[in-house]
């Protein structure tokens, strides 16, 4: 049952980093700041997966760190529905993202583990 959820997570985590990787090349109406902040996405992404793999992260909180991502997502999405994101809400977003990328490392390091998947 645990290699089940396991499992699971790893693919649904696989899925999101691929469809968070940005562009190879940026259109020319993106600017520098789109592609830095899709590559810091794939970042945490990246260290989701490898904390996953070694059995750094178990299965509730890689759960819990998803689920803060996709918070995320959906703010930048609400930030972004009135066509312009503001000073103060890009602000709030970049705490946000701090948060998440600080709960990662947290839950990579504290002593909860599994069995490294694969092993």
């Known amino acids: 049952m645990d290699l089940k959820i396991i499992a699971s997570v790893l693919s649904f985590t696989l899925a999101s980093a691929a469809l968070a990787q940005a562009p190879a090349t940026p259109s020319p109406q993106d600017s520098g ?7 810091r996405e794939a970042n945490r992404q990246k260290r989701v997966e490898q904390g996953v793999s070694s059995g750094q992260l178990t299965p509730r909180e890689t759960a819990n760190i998803q689920k803060r991502e996709a918070k995320l997502d ?3 999405a609400a930030a972004k529905a009135d066509g312009k994101v503001t000073f103060t809400e890009r602000q709030q977003l970049r705490r946000d993202e701090k ?11 504290d002593r909860q583990r599994v069995a490294p998947a694969g092993k």
């Open 74 to 76: 959906t703010d930048k």
């Open 99 to 109: 948060q998440v990328n600080h709960a990662i490392e947290h839950q990579k390091h």
């Open 33 to 39: 700041t789109h592609s830095s902040v899709a590559q």
